[in-house]
């Protein structure tokens, strides 16, 4: 998976890129994550990306040209290096992507959807937002982390390329791991337990003990749903809408 990153504060990018999984995956040639400088694509001296709005009001917004410039930059290296045309169809481009407390609500679905994809731009925006001509010329789909604003985007970047790294084969070392995921089926994850035996009077639940890996597994389920339906019931609504129970 190859993905390229807009952001004015690029140096944001570096520790987190090479450290954990997703710096391990990028070491091995299994991810690929570009940081660019928007203000690289800026075409005055001052290297501006951002305006007064129109229409009045606090705070500046940032500048279309720039963005379209870039992301069009981006698109057409791809197309190069994957030997296309320059009129190459959307489902063979990179897909745009800008972080967005108006976008879809990012979760375990639109992870697994959005990692199929070999390439994505992501544009990280800043201030009191982006030219909405962004959105209308360069952009596919907007994605949101939560219902909160943040001062910029590159936060929310990090958390989409973490949990997209997660999906490439051979980043995480145990496919298992993946498929036990909270919110994989559904569903929050079983509770986790690990040496010593007992901690503050606490021990660890007999069956885990036991070797019987089935009867593991049907306690490791039943304590999944047991958690959701604690936790958070709204999932469990979710999945059996899903499942057509309850119309």
């Known amino acids: 998976m190859r993905i390229q990153v807009l952001t004015i504060f690029p ?46 009001g606090g705070g500046m917004v940032m500048m279309a040209p720039p963005w379209i ?36 609500r990012l979760d375990e679905a639109k992870v697994r959807e959005m990692a199929v994809r070999a390439r994505l731009i992501l544009l990280c925006g800043r201030y009191e937002g982006i030219d909405e001509r962004v959105r209308q010329t360069v952009v596919d789909e907007e994605v949101s982390i939560g219902d909160y604003v ?7 970047a990090m958390v989409l390329i973490e949990a997209l790294s997660r999906q490439v084969p051979g980043v995480v070392g145990l496919a298992e791991s993946v498929a036990q995921d909270s919110f994989r089926d559904g569903l929050l994850d079983h509770p986790h337990y690990t040496r010593p035996p007992v901690v503050e009077g606490l021990a660890v639940p007999e ?8 009867a593991i597994r049907r306690w490791r389920r039943e304590q999944a749903e047991l958690a959701t ?11 059996a809408r899903a499942r057509g129970v309850g119309r």
Do not use: N
């Open 150 to 156: 943040l001062s910029g985007g590159e936060l929310p």
């Open 69 to 104: 410039r870039a992301v069009r930059a981006l698109s057409a290296d791809a197309d190069a290096d994957a030997g296309a045309g320059p009129g190459t169809p959307a489902g063979d481009r990179p897909w745009r992507v800008l972080l967005s407390p108006q976008g879809a």
């Open 229 to 239: 339906r604690e936790k958070r019931p709204d999932l469990l609504a979710a999945l």
């Open 11 to 56: 140096e944001m990018f570096g520790p987190f890129l090479a450290t954990s999984l997703v710096g391990r995956g990028m070491a091995r040639g299994l991810l690929d994550v570009e940081v660019r400088d928007l203000r690289d694509f800026a075409l005055d001296r001052h290297r501006s990306v951002d305006d007064e709005p129109y229409g009045g």
């Open 207 to 214: 069956v885990l003990l036991s070797g019987d890996h089935a």
